[in-house]
């Protein structure tokens, strides 16, 4: 059994200025104010645009993200009904081969040390499902038979598109004290990323939450 901790990978994400042009075209399109485009009035105007909760505009904008993670936190996030997904399918991957080891690969609970006897127990438990699978595969049964032993900590490889207006509201629900741990524990970072690269359209949650992203540091494959 393999234990990894969770990651992001941003696939696919113009460059952060290309962006904002494109969304400031779209948006003085509504006003028929494209002749007060001139340099340097790309961030003012958006902030302006955001503030008078004029957002329909930044949908023009896909943001595409590799996540992985364990199997709770995907359920959760398919939830968000105006992203398209591509998932890992435990119907078809066979970990009993050797191109996965003949293993399966967990994530690493974020709120248990490995010394407490709570991780250790999740550890038995996690190897035992491993062991049930394995077996059931090599008494015939297909993956998508074997995989109802499965635990929700299997790590998941998934693919999310979606415009940056949604990519807003996932963060502002997924990044709340509310939210599981674990989903915190990658949609953080991954906030501090999309920031990071066009801040006008996420400062105000990362202001919100950037003195607790410390907390949540996890590996950006990028």
Known sequence: MKIIEPYFEVLHMADGEEICRHIEIAARTCYKSEDKITQGTTQKFLKTLLKRGHKSVVEHISISVRLVCDRGVSHEIVRHRLCSFSQESTRYANYSREKFGRQITVIKPFFWNKNLEKYKEWERAMLYCEKIYISLIEKGAKPQEA????????????????????????????????????????????????????????????????????????????
Do not use: G
């Open 147 to 222: 995989r109802s032993v499965l635990p929700n900590s299997l790590k998941t490889d998934i693919i999310i598109t979606a415009n940056i207006r949604e990519w807003m509201h996932i963060f502002n629900l997924r990044c709340s004290s509310a939210s599981h741990p674990q989903m915190r524990q990658i949609m953080l970072p991954l906030l501090k990323e999309f920031y990071l690269k066009i801040p006008v359209f996420f400062d105000d949650l990362y202001e919100k939450y950037k003195n607790i992203m410390e907390k949540f540091i996890i590996k950006n494959s990028n």
